[in-house]
């Protein structure tokens, strides 16, 4: 877990004088900077260390949001809403679709290792929906045949790179 | 320190500025039901037990300060029937069956609903599936009782100085943890001081070994202590 130590390291390195008002904006950073896009308990500690806060505190704080992830996730994380206004558009046709193109459930890791399909609630974009989110780029109108597309392109990128 | 007057069960009252009602409710032997609140324990306005009527708002009386020409009604139908429906609610989200659980006649969310009347508990049990951790040498934390009070966190936090309880999650899925969420026994914080296990109001956190006649708490052991302290 060395490389893990470094990444933390990295984002503390950043807030040299933070508080404990600064605790969302580490922990965004260091699970974005993860590989495995989550917060490990070790990095837990360093940032309790780092803001003299207690380990529960931090714990109960993080668990509140659902953005923040505790265990190891794919290389691609995809948020597909299921609030009302992509209900209404299909979304669960959508989310079906990706659970049979990706061959897991939500809460699931493919097992390259390349995706973690997640549900999410309104992202804020219903003027296109049924909407997903994939890492930080966000997909409106989805239709089933796209998201085949949007995956396979996904997959064909990442093995040319 | 400055007086204030304000106005309780119809019974003009003056107290000192920067008071809660609960406070000054206390103080003239009015008793109104709490839960989450505990003398010498910061307040966090959790359980919503405490609420009464402050000019037509309902309002909880541990965390609202009294102010000039407050008028408060502690008790009247419309905050029975709440206050019955908010315990019914407590009870549902978790497993309390009361005749099988060690604090028995020694609870104080039982008490209170003998002090309220409520005779059954309308709405559905939640009957969700939770876990007991009995790795602490000591003591057991069983999330089936856990009213999600925090007594246990402050206490801990604010007379222990160990800091070793928090709330994690949300909504139904909140729970007590210890540390990161870690084994009660793994925590390298925890003294073995039995703190929460006293202001504990419910089941959820006991001592080891010990039958229900003799699982009998001391919530005010906390109070004297914080008074004793604030007198040094
Ligand atoms: S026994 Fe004492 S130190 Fe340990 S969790 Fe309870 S209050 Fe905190
Ligand atoms: S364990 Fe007991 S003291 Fe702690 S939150 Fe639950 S009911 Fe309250
Ligand atoms: S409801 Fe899906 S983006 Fe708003
Ligand atoms: S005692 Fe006031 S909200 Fe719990």
Known sequence: MLNEEVHVNEVLKKYPSATREDLLDILHDIQESDPHHYLSDAALSDVAAHLGMDLADIKGTASFYSMFSFSPRGKHVIRICDSPPCQLLGATTILQKLIDVLGIAVGETTSDGLFTLETASCLGVCGVAPAMMIDQETYGNLTPTRIAEIIEQIRREDEAS | ?232
């Open chain 2, 1 to 232: 320190m400055k007086e204030i007057l304000i106005r309780i069960d119809g019974k003009e009252v003056a107290a000192p500025a920067g008071s809660t009602i609960l406070e000054v409710a206390q103080q003239q032997g009015i008793p109104i039901p709490t839960l989450c609140h505990l003398d010498g324990l910061s307040d966090i306005g959790g359980c919503r037990m405490c609420i009464v009527d402050v000019d037509g708002k309902i309002v909880t009386s541990c965390t609202t300060k009294i102010a000039a020409g407050m008028e408060v009604i502690t008790n009247n139908d419309r905050l029975a029937e709440l206050r019955r429906l908010n315990l019914e609610l407590i009870f549902a989200e978790r497993n309390h069956v009361c005749s099988m659980c060690v604090s028995n006649n020694h609870c104080e969310l039982q008490d209170l609903a003998c002090d309220l009347g409520m005779q059954n508990v309308e709405v559905p049990y939640a009957y969700p599936r939770l876990s007991l951790d009995a790795t602490h040498p000591k003591f057991i934390i069983d999330h089936n009782r856990c009213i999600l009070c925090g007594r246990c966190v402050r206490v801990c936090a604010e007379i222990e100085g160990a800091h070793v309880w928090g709330i994690a999650g949300r909504g139904s899925e909140a729970r007590v943890i210890t540390e990161l969420g870690v084994d009660w026994g793994d925590a390298e914080k925890c003294t073995d001081c039995g703190k929460c296990v006293e202001v504990c109001p419910t089941g959820a956190i006991v001592e080891k070994g010990k039958a229900t006649a003799e699982m009998v708490k001391h919530p005010e052991l906390v109070t004297t202590l914080k008074e004793r302290r604030e007198n040094d």
